[in-house]
């Protein structure tokens, strides 16, 4: 259930089984008897008010006009969430000035646009979806006709119908109508709502819901992202690397059988050759997105990575089950990232990586023992993952002081 | 060296698992040329227990991913073989280094051989070769790229801190499955030079002295992960 306006673009069958015809009846069916009793409370205060404005009284009367548009735009924003169901109730409250807020009677003067939206109310909605329920009438009788015409003729919008035969003629006809309308009522509702929503939200709720939306679209990126590259992995895994290897069995059997002489020398190149591309390949898997990450997790990806640091590592991954691919992967190549500056940079004995969860957080730390000094603005590697973590929510903070020794953290909530 | 062209001694009888199929005919074609009989070459793990049980080969040699969940179905079928049929040797093929395999390949010992070699290894014909023969003989294979890393992460602690880096290369190599000879001439020094290293090994190390003390002490290097 995303948006009504998105449903109605969507696939017919899929849409009619939803519940957004229903909401959107919902809405204009109470449209009516909301509009219509506001313009009733209304015209009888503003007549009362002009008829008496000689006297004080009526002034103290008219005066109360603003407090109940106020409170009609308050029921239209509840009413709302008929067709925006992620909004909350009520209006967040916006940080005013603190005179407003030690007020007894908080905020009950009207605004122009609450205004707008009442004489919407008050007129033009409440009559407009009257005569669209009154429309659907007409298939729902057409569909019933069957049965209606048993016990006499039915006419339905100047349309005679005396017979069954007749009567099972229009019902199709009722079932098209029926669908057409409540595309329009769909329409219709998702058009008032979106007016009555422009008019009512403040600036900084638009705002906040445009933050909301760009915060689950990057972390969808996120995942698209990490999604594509496991399948950009998978593709040289299963295809080039697979012919590679096959390739070095073919020179390595040719190698048996050939004599000594310049055409064995050029087989061994080959093969060799071959070897070297296979490793090549290999690194370039290791950087896009390690197979056994992808398999065993992030505890056997680091043992890994540990595994071919030329600075001896000691490891503490208290990590078990599996987490989130995007959060695995952000995990490894901050693992990875920073024993490659370990070697290259640290002069370090040795390295030490902890992980673990806490909070619904995972906490990642390599601490080596070497000179210290980094720059975490040195290198892209570095900002490359702030980027990646910062789209999770995550962080990473690095000291290194001078003499060492070097710490990097990284938090990231496990969502 | 002998030549594998010429047929071994003991030809065996192999079942071959490996689901990327131009891999599973490379070894097929690599095996039969050496001589050996492949009586099965399938692609998941369920085809290789059904021929496992059915062929009884003297060896089986098996990709540890394969479908359908490509993680370790490979070594799951291994220890399934290893123990309805503990004579049949077993040599395990990886991608890539995970050294939890390790673990769990040396905890269904005893039996037949074992080895676990990295699938470029496959490429080195003739060491390749040499590999399934110690293997089928009884011997326990490991990639030197596997124990390389190994031995990177149990450097700093567990029961080998004591060890001094030759008798770690000792150590190694016994682990890859090479003889007292093999060694010396690996590391350039005497037979009578590596013994004497491995009697220092024997000394340092908590092994079990009701086993063979040679098997064990390459079971401790290789089981005394600091984070298992």
């Known amino acids: ?415 | 060296m002998p030549d594998p062209l010429t047929p071994p001694q003991n030809a065996l009888r192999i079942v071959v698992a490996e689901d990327a199929a131009l891999l599973r005919e490379g070894l097929v074609r690599i095996l039969e040329r050496a001589g050996h009989e492949v009586v099965a070459a399938v692609a998941d793990a369920h085809a290789l227990l059904t021929y496992a049980g059915n062929c009884h080969p003297d060896l089986v040699i098996t990709d540890i991913r394969m479908p359908p969940t490509h993680t370790d179905e490979g070594l799951r079928a291994a220890a399934a073989i290893r123990a309805a049929q503990p004579d049949i040797a077993i040599m395990l093929l990886s991608a890539y280094v995970a050294d939890a395999y390790v673990g769990e390949l040396l905890d269904s010992t005893p039996g037949g051989g074992i080895g676990y070699l990295l699938k470029d290894r496959v490429g080195h014909v003739r060491d390749f070769l040499d590999s399934i023969d110690r293997v089928a003989a009884g011997g326990t294979v490991v990639d030197a790229e596997v124990v390389r890393q190994l031995v990177r992460l149990r450097r700093a602690d567990g029961p080998l801190a004591g060890l001094t880096e030759r008798e770690r290369e000792v150590l190694a190599l016994m682990a890859e499955g090479h003889t007292n000879h093999g060694i010396a001439g690996k590391l350039f020094v005497s037979e009578a030079a590596v013994r004497k290293h491995i009697g220092n090994i024997f000394a340092k190390l908590p092994l079990d002295p009701h086993s063979d003390r040679r098997v064990s002490a390459v079971l401790t290097y290789l089981r005394g992960s600091p984070s298992a």
Do not use: K
Not at chain 1, 265 to 294: F, K, S
């Open chain 1, 1 to 415: 259930m995303s948006d009504a306006w998105t449903a109605v673009r969507g696939h017919p069958a899929r849409f009619l089984a939803s519940a957004w015809p229903w909401r959107s009846l919902a809405y204009l069916t109470s449209t009516v008897p909301v509009g219509l009793a506001w313009l009733i409370v209304l015209l009888v205060v503003v007549s009362v008010g002009a008829a008496t404005v000689v006297l004080i009284a009526g002034l103290l009367v008219l005066a109360g006009v603003p407090v109940l548009v106020h409170l009609a735009a308050a029921g239209e924003r509840r009413r709302l969430r008929l067709i925006y169901p992620g909004r909350p109730a009520r209006q967040p409250p916006a940080p005013r000035d603190p005179a407003h807020r030690r007020a007894f009677w908080p905020r009950r003067r009207a605004s122009w646009p609450e205004a707008g939206v009442t004489v919407l109310l008050t007129t033009v909605f409440w009559i407009a979806d009257a005569v669209l329920l009154i429309l659907l009438t007409v298939p729902v009788l057409l569909l019933v006709a069957p049965l209606l015409v048993r016990s006499g003729t039915i006419d339905i919008a100047g349309w005679r119908v005396d017979t069954a035969g007749e009567a099972w003629a229009v019902a199709p006809a009722g079932l098209v109508t029926l669908v057409l309308l409540m595309y329009a009522a769909t329409a219709l509702a998702c058009g008032q709502a979106a007016l009555v929503r422009h008019l009512l939200d403040p600036p900084e709720a638009q705002l906040a819901e445009a933050v909301q939306q760009l915060r689950r679209s990057r972390t969808g990126l996120v995942d698209a992202f990490e999604t594509e590259r496991r399948r950009i992995e998978r593709d040289l895994h299963d295809g080039v690397q697979q012919r590679l290897v096959a390739l070095t069995m073919t020179l390595g059997s040719a190698e048996l059988d050939l004599p000594a002489g310049p055409g064995l020398d050029l087989v061994r190149e080959a093969h060799q050759q071959a070897e070297q591309a296979l490793a090549d390949l290999r690194t370039t898997i290791r950087g896009i997105h390690p197979r056994v990450l992808t398999d065993h997790g992030l505890a056997a990806a680091v043992h890994e990575i540990a595994g071919r640091s030329s600075v001896p590592v000691h490891l503490q991954l208290a990590v078990d089950g599996r987490l989130p691919p995007t959060v695995e992967a952000a995990a490894y190549f901050f693992v990875s990232e920073n024993l490659t500056n370990v070697a290259r940079h640290a002069r370090a004995r040795s390295a030490q990586v902890h992980a673990w969860i806490e909070d619904h957080t995972l906490i990642v730390s390599v601490v080596d023992d070497g000179v210290g000094g980094a720059d975490p603005r040195a290198g892209t590697g570095l900002a490359g993952l702030h980027a990646r973590l910062d789209a999770l929510d995550g962080e990473l903070d690095i000291t290194s002081p001078t003499g060492g020794p070097t710490q990097v953290r990284m938090t990231c909530p496990i969502h």
